[in-house]
């Protein structure tokens, strides 16, 4: 008897396992924090969040860096407590994470300037800034970002070269 292969395609997709939400640092293995950036053009906070893996820190493993890069209206505070969840999860893989708090009310063409920023100072000032910047292997510098801030990643990507991110 043939099976129809719609049928088996669905059937293997729902059967098919799920990868484990959280990373190897877990649920809630990881803290942030505010550190100030300045130089940042898009208004309202020249701060950024930084969050990293505790174990990782206390271990003093060293772990990419990435730049996340919030959605139109979604600075000042609400950079991370907007997308707390996907910091959580993604930082749980084992990934030191920073994002500018700029651009709060509309969207900010330059937006992308601040992510730059927010790399270099971050890479620059390392441990100045904050303990867990000291295990950022600043050789592995990645970015990210949801809507407005998935367009900035596009305009950071033109600078990758000279800014050393790779993906």
Same mark, same amino acid.
């Given at each position: ?10 059937i ?28 940042l +053009?898009s ?45 959580? +999860? +993604? ?8 994002g ?38 600043f050789?592995k ?21 000279a ?5």
């Amino acid at each position: 008897m043939m099976m129809n292969p719609i049928l088996l395609f669905l059937i293997s997709a729902v059967s098919s396992s799920q990868p484990p939400e959280y990373g190897p640092y877990g649920k809630g293995g990881c803290a942030h924090t505010t550190v100030h950036i300045g130089g940042l +053009v898009s208004g309202w906070s020249e701060d950024a969040i930084v969050m990293w893996p505790k174990k990782a820190l206390e271990d003093n493993t060293k772990l990419p860096f990435l730049a996340f890069a919030h959605g139109m209206t979604a600075g000042g505070f609400e950079a991370y407590t907007g997308y707390e969840k996907l910091w959580d +999860v +993604v930082c749980s893989y084992g990934y030191i994470i920073a994002g500018p708090m700029s651009c709060r009310e509309f969207y900010c063409q330059r937006f992308y300037q601040d992510v730059i920023t927010t790399i270099q100072t971050c890479k620059s000032k390392g441990k100045e800034l904050t303990p867990a910047l000291g295990i950022a292997d600043f050789d592995k510098i990645g970015v990210y970002g949801h809507s407005m801030g998935g367009a900035a990643t596009v305009d950071v990507s033109r600078f990758a070269t000279a800014n050393d991110i790779i993906a």
